[in-house]
């Protein structure tokens, strides 16, 4: 008697579950900052949160200049680094642009039929200074391998005490209408979206962005396979300068003149941005939409404080808490990959 054996053909893997993308993580966090404001503004203040068009206007055009320097901070901790200087750019460079904008350039007196330099003067003059900081802080990291900390540390007491140094502390006012003009309305905030466009683009669909990844991932890889690191990061770094000086000239602009206390903080804000965005200061890893999300949930946080009436103090003592737990959550999430 023979026993017959059915024959089972072999289960098939289970799909591979689909990734949610990690900024849609963040997305919901921020929709849920937003509501956990609207909730406690009827609460405590009895006013909308979110149903106010001026103040979520305000909210935009506050976070946009913190936004244009995010851009240029994610891609320099995407390959490992960190930039300090930010801030102490953005207020050299406002007080070199300011005072090419200011109406008073030309000595009328000697020369009446030459009219206010055209606005396109003090705006290149502004981002030229600040690609020459970052090329600056690239040289010494990628020539003196010293780390990006102390190089930018040093750029950023540099470049606060040249803007003090320029016009003797002495705030530059009496700036043009064309100057003005980029820092009214929404135009630092289509700047800022401008600005982001483009590196988005860049990281993900160029050989610069392949490159940025590839160094922050393994820099020894990278070598081997051929690329030139210390170029590369000199680029990266030169753009990081020229955004912080892009974000100098808006800053300006916006308040129709530049002192040299101008950024001050701003380059740990942009920090806090791209980190709660998703760049892991570990390197390797980071993108410009969750930094444009990660800006955004700052801005909403500031402006939610001032909102239920929180001094100010708080505000810093929060912001501290919530750059704390979102690097904890990184490494968290670089443990969870390598297992």
Same mark, same amino acid.
């Given at each position: 008697?023979?026993?017959?054996?059915?024959?089972?053909?072999?289960?098939?893997?289970?799909?591979?579950?689909?990734?949610?993308?990690?900024?849609?993580?963040?997305?919901?966090?921020?929709?849920?900052?937003?509501?956990?404001?609207?909730?406690?503004?009827?609460?405590?203040?009895?006013?909308?949160?979110?149903?106010?068009?001026?103040?979520?206007?305000?909210?935009?055009?506050?976070?946009?200049?913190?936004?244009?320097?995010?851009?240029?901070?994610?891609?320099?901790?995407?390959?490992?680094?960190?930039?300090?200087?930010?801030?102490?750019?953005?207020?050299?460079?406002?007080?070199?642009?300011?005072?090419?904008?200011?109406?008073?350039?030309?000595?009328?007196?000697?020369?009446?039929?030459?009219?206010?330099?055209?606005?396109?003067?003090?705006?290149?003059?502004?981002?030229?200074?600040?690609?020459?900081?970052?090329?600056?802080?690239?040289?010494?990291?990628?020539?003196?391998?010293?780390?990006?900390?102390?190089?930018?540390?040093?750029?950023?007491?540099?470049?606060?005490?040249?803007?003090?140094?320029?016009?003797?502390?002495?705030?530059?006012?009496?700036?043009?209408?064309?100057?003005?003009?980029?820092?009214?309305?929404?135009?630092?905030?289509?700047?800022?979206?401008?600005?982001?466009?483009?590196?988005?683009?860049?990281?993900?669909?160029?050989?610069?962005?392949?490159?940025?990844?590839?160094?922050?991932?393994?820099?020894?890889?990278?070598?081997?396979?051929?690329?030139?690191?210390?170029?590369?990061?000199?680029?990266?770094?030169?753009?990081?300068? *020229?955004?912080?000086?892009?974000?100098?000239?808006?800053?300006?602009?916006?308040?129709?003149?530049?002192?040299?206390? *101008?950024?001050?903080?701003?380059?740990?804000?942009?920090?806090?941005?791209?980190?709660?965005?998703?760049?892991?200061?570990?390197?390797?890893?980071?993108?410009?939409?969750?930094?444009?999300?990660?800006?955004?949930?700052?801005?909403? *946080?500031?402006?939610?404080?001032?909102?239920?009436?929180?001094?100010?103090?708080?505000?810093?003592?929060?912001?501290?808490?919530?750059?704390?737990?979102?690097?904890?959550?990184?490494?968290?999430?670089?443990?969870?990959?390598?297992?």
């Amino acid at each position: 008697m023979t026993t017959k054996v059915e024959a089972h053909a072999p289960a098939a893997p289970p799909a591979p579950r689909r990734r949610l993308p990690p900024e849609l993580n963040i997305f919901l966090v921020l929709i849920g900052i937003a509501l956990v404001y609207e909730a406690l503004g009827w609460i405590f203040v009895g006013q909308s949160f979110l149903m106010n068009p001026q103040r979520l206007t305000i909210m935009i055009l506050q976070v946009s200049v913190i936004g244009i320097i995010a851009v240029g901070v994610t891609q320099v901790i995407i390959t490992g680094g960190i930039d300090l200087s930010s801030g102490s750019v953005v207020g050299m460079t406002a007080m070199f642009s300011a005072s090419v904008a200011q109406a008073s350039t030309w000595p009328r007196a000697l020369y009446p039929s030459l009219t206010d330099l055209p606005a396109i003067v003090p705006i290149a003059l502004g981002v030229a200074v600040g690609l020459i900081a970052g090329i600056i802080n690239g040289q010494l990291i990628a020539r003196t391998k010293i780390p990006p900390f102390i190089a930018t540390l040093g750029m950023m007491v540099s470049a606060r005490g040249i803007s003090k140094w320029y016009t003797k502390g002495q705030p530059v006012s009496g700036l043009t209408d064309q100057f003005n003009f980029i820092g009214t309305g929404i135009w630092p905030v289509i700047v800022f979206l401008v600005v982001a466009l483009i590196f988005h683009v860049a990281l993900r669909y160029t050989r610069y962005g392949k490159f940025t990844y590839a160094i922050g991932a393994n820099p020894q890889a990278a070598r081997v396979s051929g690329i030139n690191i210390e170029s590369h990061l000199v680029k990266v770094y030169a753009i990081a300068g *020229m955004l912080a000086g892009l974000a100098g000239v808006v800053t300006a602009a916006r308040a129709q003149t530049a002192q040299a206390g *101008m950024g001050v903080m701003y380059e740990l804000d942009a920090i806090a941005a791209t980190v709660i965005g998703g760049t892991s200061l570990t390197g390797g890893v980071g993108r410009i939409t969750g930094t444009v999300i990660g800006t955004v949930i700052l801005g909403v *946080m500031t402006s939610g404080f001032t909102f239920l009436r929180v001094d100010a103090y708080y505000q810093e003592i929060v912001k501290g808490l919530i750059i704390v737990a979102a690097v904890v959550i990184d490494v968290y999430r670089q443990k969870k990959r390598k297992v």
